[in-house]
């Protein structure tokens, strides 16, 4: 059975901190890795991650993946109270579009 | 560029009765899917569509879940009758098969989703 795991399930910070969420996975026809921020109710893209080793940025966040171990890592710097949310890690199957997603990782920043 | 629309934002029935629920995606975008989300959890593919056409309803409760996209452009998803359990946020997406996916053509655009509170 295919498997997307994040942990931890749920963290507590201070402004200012670094975060870093991780994702592991276990599925058969892989294709890509994304990630998406969800504050109340849809979730919004960050990062598509398909290639191992190369890293996306977008401001504070980024984002690598590692085929070979099989995990992503999402990485917040210099977080903010605006960061609080809810982060999901979703799988892409060669063999599809749908996405296969994990829990999720609850953050929440605090002043 | 206007997002993917839904409606109603939120709905409150009992259990055994029927409810629907709309989705209108992106402009041009191909491939629909609706996604149920149970608090705590992550969203869990229910149906996905392309163009009318269904290409995966393998997860959809079908005793009591429909869905459907005539036209090919917006769908409706169907639940009679609903169950305490299908108590969740309903999400639609849309993605621009097509487009190589290395240029991000299977990125899923999300609407605000549906609140279902079954009594």
């Known amino acids: 059975e295919d498997k997307v795991v994040q942990s931890p399930l749920s963290l507590v910070v201070h402004e200012g901190d670094t975060v870093t969420l991780n994702c592991s996975y276990e599925?058969?026809?892989?294709?890509?890795l994304l990630w998406y921020k969800q504050e109340k109710k849809a979730p919004t893209f960050l990062f598509m991650l398909?290639?191992?080793?190369i890293e996306k940025k977008s401001g504070r966040l980024s984002s690598i993946l590692d085929k070979k171990e099989l995990f992503s890592i999402l990485n917040i710097t210099a977080t903010q109270t605006g960061d609080s949310a809810i982060y999901l890690c979703?799988?892409?199957?060669?063999?599809?579009?749908?996405?296969?997603f994990g829990k999720g990782t609850s953050l929440l920043v605090t002043p | 560029e206007a997002g993917v629309a839904q409606s109603p934002r939120y709905k409150i029935i009992e259990k055994r009765q029927s409810v629907a629920f709309w989705c209108n995606p992106i402009?041009?975008?191909?491939?629909l899917y609706w996604y149920q989300q149970i608090l705590g959890q992550g969203p869990k593919l229910l149906i996905q569509?392309?163009?009318?056409?269904?290409?995966?309803d393998s997860q959809l409760p079908k005793d009591r879940f429909s869905a459907e996209r005539l036209k090919g452009v917006d769908s409706t998803l169907k639940i009679q009758p609903a169950k305490l359990e299908d108590s969740a946020v309903y999400l639609c997406?849309?993605?621009?098969?097509?487009?190589?996916?290395?240029?991000?053509?299977?990125?899923?655009?999300f609407g605000p989703g549906t609140r279902l509170l079954v009594l």
């Open positions: 997406a849309s993605s621009s098969r097509g487009v190589s996916w290395r240029e991000g053509g299977e990125t899923q655009y």
């Open positions: 599925v058969t026809n892989f294709r890509s």
């Open positions: 398909t290639s191992s080793g």
């Open positions: 979703a799988v892409g199957y060669s063999s599809g579009y749908a996405l296969n």
């Open positions: 402009s041009g975008h191909a491939t």
């Open positions: 569509f392309q163009n009318n056409g269904v290409v995966d």
